[in-house]
């Protein structure tokens, strides 16, 4: 559900994801891109209001509870150990790390 700031009132119910979200984060543009991060192994991004889905990122072989987004890129991790870095310009995947990240930060 997204909930209104100002009321706490229900604005639009709305289910991204078959499994549990585990993280939201937003590119820094305007207007922003949030990308969902879930327990379905997938990576989504979305925009406006109500949320339209942009594009599903499904690299991920294991949960996904981390994501960080910087100019130009999202970062996630899952409870693998698998980091991915996707390129938002050229819609490219890089593995960046297979060890024990599961806590992202800007």
Known sequence: AIISAETYQCRHEWKPHTGTIHSISATPTEPPTFYT?????LV???SGFPPKLVTT?????????????TAGCVWSGSTDGVLNLWGLNNNTTVKAHNGGCLVLKA
Do not use: K, M, T
């Not at 991060?37 to 192994?41: C, I, K, M, P, V």
């Not at 990122?57 to 987004?69: F, K, Q, T």
């Open 37 to 41: 991060a879930s327990e379905d192994r």
């Open 57 to 69: 990122y499904a690299e991920h072989h294991a949960p996904v509870v981390s994501l960080c987004c």
């Open 44 to 46: 989504r991004a979305h």
